[in-house]
């Protein structure tokens, strides 16, 4: 069994309130976690903290973080990981810095006077891993990774383990003429027992904020559905959208899904584990029959 559960939905910035309150107000922070893999997590928002939380404290942490991209709403978390900062505790982070490298990035931003820590600070061990188009390997678990169109460099990732495939995209600029999805984020995405996308906008948020790198509910549904993936959760919801509006987007985005091979929508809420596994082979069909 794949568990994937979701800590942080917000894209852009934090916003706890109560309008808000079922789908949560941290930043994009997701984890993926298989019996006898150490975890990996995509993006380190303020989500991140409270998987901390539950990770138990009697062993050292083992982890690897697929990072999208370096904007504050998906690193922001990291110096608030609690189990880092314990002794014998490591994490590898991979992402993609156009700038310079990773590790750079980070310690650029993690210091003072704009934080009192560094990530060296930490008790446990954090080691930076550029990445770009590839394909990675974490135990058994095989990791894709292509660019996504965003507003500066952007990874996507497909996690596949145990005969199960996660595609994780969280910030994609929908092409404002209409015009064809990237065939790297369909590779992503091409029959994905689930995929995770940005899902910020509605469309007259859209005409306004076109070019700020993200997309509609409609076109979530679109690349899902081009790429014949089995689930879509909508994802990186617009801080302005209190949870009645998060209800009506999925209510929509089920209404695009009707007739797709796309046999579930759900909106992305914050403490949802979506458990996963692999279809079950008949005799029939493992003979080749």
């Known amino acids: 069994m794949v568990n994937i559960t979701f800590w942080g939905v917000r894209g852009s910035t934090p916003c706890p309130c109560d309008a808000n309150v079922r789908y949560g107000g941290n930043t994009s922070c997701v ?4 019996p006898g893999l150490d975890p990996i997590v995509f993006d380190l928002g303020t989500g991140l903290r409270f998987w901390g939380d539950v990770i138990d404290p009697t062993e050292p942490f083992r982890g690897l973080a697929l990072v999208t991209h370096l904007h504050w709403d998906h690193i922001q978390g990291l110096p608030f990981f609690v189990p880092l900062h314990r002794p014998g505790a490591s994490m590898e982070v991979c992402g993609r810095c156009d700038e310079g490298p990773l590790h750079q990035a980070f310690e650029d931003f993690m210091k003072p006077p704009y934080f009192p820590v560094t990530p060296a600070d930490l008790a446990g061990e954090i080691v930076f891993t550029d990445v770009s188009e590839g394909e990675l390997s974490w135990g058994r678990a095989r990791i894709l990774v292509r660019d996504v169109p965003h ?7 497909r996690v596949e383990v145990d005969g199960v495939s996660v595609a994780y995209v969280s910030d994609h ?8 999805i990237s065939p790297a984020v369909l590779e992503l995405c091409d029959g994905a027992d689930l995929v995770i996308h940005d899902a910020q906008y509605e469309p007259d948020e859209f005409a306004l904020k076109s070019d700020w790198g993200h997309c509609t509910v409609e076109f979530a549904v679109r690349v899902a559905a081009e790429a014949g993936a089995k689930r879509l959760a909508l994802f990186h919801h617009d801080p302005s959208h209190g949870d009645d509006v998060v209800d009506r987007l999925r209510r929509e985005a089920e209404a ?18 979506v458990s996963l596994s692999a ?9 080749g029959a």
């Open 31 to 34: 984890s993926l976690e298989a």
């Open 256 to 273: 695009f899904a009707a007739g797709t091979s796309i046999a579930e929508v759900i909106a992305a809420a914050e403490g949802l584990t």
């Open 173 to 180: 600029q929908q092409p404002v003429d209409g015009g064809p």
């Open 279 to 287: 279809p079950a082979v008949s005799g029939a069909a493992a003979l």
């Open 151 to 157: 507003t500066g460099p952007t990874c996507g990732y």
